[in-house]
């Protein structure tokens, strides 16, 4: 059965950092990409972060030189190192690969 399970929201003050993790099952998710987006109450969701198979990545302009996406040595996971953190940044973090979509994390910024 494909799976995502993202884990590492919470609760962190302005300028903290937070780290999440996405653990995809199935073999496919060795050779997709992968990424990360948002949804903030009332928003639309957005787009944080992409990487590929390769390792190439992409992100948002809101994150970038805060935020930082890597794969793990089994490629199949992946992890979203915030620092920085912002209030704005508070939203449901989703993991997504290869048309599928994780349950979401929450992360709070707020002092």
């Known amino acids: 059965q494909v799976q995502l399970v993202e884990s590492g929201g919470g609760l962190v003050q302005p300028g903290g950092s937070l780290r999440l993790s996405c653990a995809a099952s199935g073999s496919i998710f060795s050779i997709a990409a992968m990424g990360w987006y948002r949804q903030a109450p009332g928003k639309q969701r957005e787009l944080v972060a992409t990487?590929?198979?390769?390792?190439?990545?992409n992100y948002a302009d809101s994150v970038k030189g805060r935020f930082t996406l890597s794969r793990g040595s089994a490629k199949n996971t992946v992890y979203l190192q915030m620092n920085s953190l912002k209030p704005e940044d508070t939203a449901v973090y989703y993991c997504?690969?290869?048309?599928?979509w994780g349950q979401g994390t929450q992360v709070t910024v707020s002092s």
């Open positions: 997504t690969s290869a048309a599928h």
């Open positions: 990487i590929s198979s390769r390792g190439s990545t």
